[in-house]
């Protein structure tokens, strides 16, 4: 009998040993297998601010619209000095640190509230605080530290103490076993002391002020752990990393700021160490450990960009219905014609259905519920509505959007910064993981089950093959039909929404269905089948989108609002198009596509009644709170105390 080679190499073999091998509990990793953990959403509310982030979010509303000129500092390519004094009074480095370390104490839904807020005006100032507060040393250490370690950098960095998170470098992307940045350790008397660290970090945000100056006091950096240098290369799979809180000011760190396209105003650049001491007491978790710890923080950390992108989103469409209402063209408004109506529709259901997934990971986050599979999708989706809903506002704002805010002050237009916002959106598709390779991570996860069990039938391993058949034959009956009545519908029916919830359950079963069948008939090459995995994924999320969508319709704060099934029959009959597209010559028609529809939904946006979907944002140019704001402050004015 031949001898089968191993189902993973390289790279991917050490992933798989660096895998986070709990079994998933969440909603995603459900559906492929024809399951929808309906009882995740089941009796949660929507929970109330607290007083403390009430104020903090009042605090920084007001410094951001005093103090944060999103245009001076696109064209500076800087924060000013104030605005890190005024975000230090405020307490905003400390946003998720614990009160007892002298941080705000926030939970993750609140903090989800601040990072909205933050990305509607500005991405640099975003950035700036969500890298510290969500993957700089904060949340690493918090999570991941031990005692000594939290009481220790807690307090600093609560107070202004900036940090970093020092992953990616040159050669290895997003390939992170093929690190080359390495630790030797360091003995004294036969005892373990430290390590000296070699190497070149590459896009490590808040790291340069500028050229050999440091933002950032503390970075957490990966590093592999080896004897010597030339272990750097050793076989992937043999391959041991650490996780090391690197104080910048120690002798061998250098830095080089880079420059970029969008988000001019970001500290992101070139780390270069070299044999930097970092004492024992500063390695987080034990050797060989760090990889896998640190990278378990980035996965609520994540988080943090769909609920900024959602603050952009919701700003996009703040300025596409201003522009809608006034532009009048063929005698009426030109949010009354349907092409650019449809486009009004399809962002404020995009709002409406990011904000479900932002309020719902936030809660799930907090309350400890695995959102592994979750944060990524979440962080998938928002990026691509987001850019796409940008091009769209392009679309509306024709030739003024090609324009910069100068160039339209020149003729007396309001200086809408479309051009920026493209320019600051593109980053987010590639950071934070790129869409690309949280997609196949998901469905290499999503396929989990499918690929252990898969493999005692490939190595003929009878005791396991004993032990998976019955994974093979209830996913195999569940895909046909439902195994009961309460997952034939996917859980309590009704409880949401009667004509989408049945949909999401039959979807699932034929994305089990699926996954069987392509398991069954690619087996070792499944791994490898990357478009294949592509669309399953898709199809997996999408249904989570619908899912989380009517969960959040049908809370007490949201069902009466004006047109909000419409929004929602809107969303899910372009994602059922997805599933089930209609041929171009049909003459049926679907929601998501029938100008007699669309009309009142688009005319409704355009006249402000849906302007429920953009609180928690600064407007472009509301007066909120009793502070004036108006155009030509918010991006052009200087900016006083």
Not at 36 to 53: K, M
Not at 162 to 171: C, D, P, R, W
Not at 547 to 560: F, G, P, V
Request: a neutral charge; proline letters at 3%.
């Amino acid at each position: 009998m031949a001898t089968r080679g191993p189902l993973f190499n390289g790279s991917l073999a050490a992933a798989e040993a660096a895998r986070d091998t709990r079994a998933y509990s969440g909603f995603i990793s459900g559906l492929f297998e024809g399951k929808v953990r309906r009882h995740l959403f089941a009796d949660i509310a929507i929970p109330a601010t607290s007083e403390a982030a009430n104020v903090f979010l009042d605090r920084l509303r007001r410094v951001l619209i005093e103090r944060v000129n999103p245009e001076a500092i696109d064209r500076e390519g800087a924060i000013g000095e104030d605005v890190f004094a005024a975000l230090r009074g405020i307490g905003a480095f400390g946003i998720k640190i614990p009160c007892r370390y002298g941080g705000l104490g926030l939970s993750q839904s609140e903090y989800h509230a601040v990072a909205t807020l933050l990305g509607s005006h500005d991405a640099a100032t975003t950035v700036l605080l969500s890298a510290h507060n969500s993957i700089g040393a904060a949340e690493p250490v918090k999570l991941v530290g031990n005692q000594e370690q939290q009481t220790r950098w807690l307090p600093r960095l609560a107070k202004g103490t900036i940090s970093g998170f020092a992953l990616t470098e040159k050669a290895a992307g997003c390939d992170i076993w093929d690190l080359h940045t390495y630790a030797i350790p360091i003995h004294e008397g036969g005892e373990l002391v430290g390590y000296r660290l070699t190497g070149d970090k590459l896009y490590t945000t808040n790291a340069p002020r500028g050229n050999h100056a440091f933002l950032a006091s503390l970075l957490v950096v990966i590093a592999q752990i080896v004897d010597a240098a030339d272990e750097v290369h050793r076989p992937k799979e043999a391959r041991k990393f650490g996780a090391f809180l690197v104080n910048t000011q120690s002798q061998g760190c250098h830095c080089t700021r880079l420059s970029f396209m969008g988000v001019r105003g970001i500290y992101n650049g070139q780390v270069h160490l070299r044999e930097v001491f970092v004492p024992v007491a500063d390695r987080l978790g034990e050797e060989g450990d760090g990889l896998r710890r640190a990278l378990e923080s980035l996965t609520v950390g994540r988080l943090t960009l769909p609920a900024a992108c959602l603050g952009n989103l919701k700003q996009c469409l703040w300025f596409a219905r201003q522009r809608a209402q006034e532009r009048v063209q063929y005698d009426r408004p030109i949010g009354e014609h349907t092409d650019i109506g449809a486009k009004l529709v399809l962002m404020a259901s995009r709002v409406l259905a990011l904000e479900a997934i932002v309020k719902i990971t936030g809660i799930w986050a907090d309350s400890k519920q695995d959102v592994r599979l979750e944060s990524a999708a979440a962080k998938i989706l928002a990026t691509e509505w987001l850019l796409e809903s940008l091009l769209d506002l392009f679309r509306i704002y024709g030739g003024r959007a090609f324009e910069t805010p100068d160039s339209l002050r020149l003729h007396g237009d309001v200086p809408v910064p479309v051009e920026r916002m493209i320019r600051d959106a593109l980053i987010n598709v590639i950071w934070e993981g790129t869409n690309g390779i949280l997609t196949l991570w998901i469905g290499r996860e999503g396929l989990a089950e499918f690929l252990t069990h898969g493999q005692a039938f490939l190595d003929y391993q009878v005791a396991e093959m004993l032990r998976a058949a019955p994974f093979f034959m209830k996913t195999a009956a569940r895909s046909v039909h439902a195994l009961s009545a309460f997952e034939k519908h996917g859980g309590t029916v009704g409880t949401f929404d009667r004509v989408w919830e049945p949909f999401v359950a039959r979807k699932s079963r034929e994305l089990a269905q699926t996954t069987l069948w392509v398991a069954i008939r690619d087996r070792q090459g499944l791994a490898r089948k990357q478009l294949l995995t592509n669309r399953l994924v898709k199809a997996a999320m999408h249904l989570f989108a619908v899912e989380t969508l009517l969960w959040y319709k049908s809370r007490e704060q949201l069902r009466d609002q004006p047109h909000i099934q419409s929004l929602v029959t809107y969303f899910c009959s372009k994602v059922k198009g997805e599933f089930d597209p209609s041929p171009l010559l049909s003459w049926r028609t679907s929601g998501w596509d029938d100008d007699t529809y669309l009309y009142p939904v688009a005319k409704a946006i355009v006249s402000g009644r849906l302007d429920w979907l953009e609180e928690g944002i600064i407007r472009g140019q509301a007066t909120e709170s009793g502070v004036a704001s108006g155009a030509e402050r918010l991006v052009g004015a200087s900016l006083s105390e």
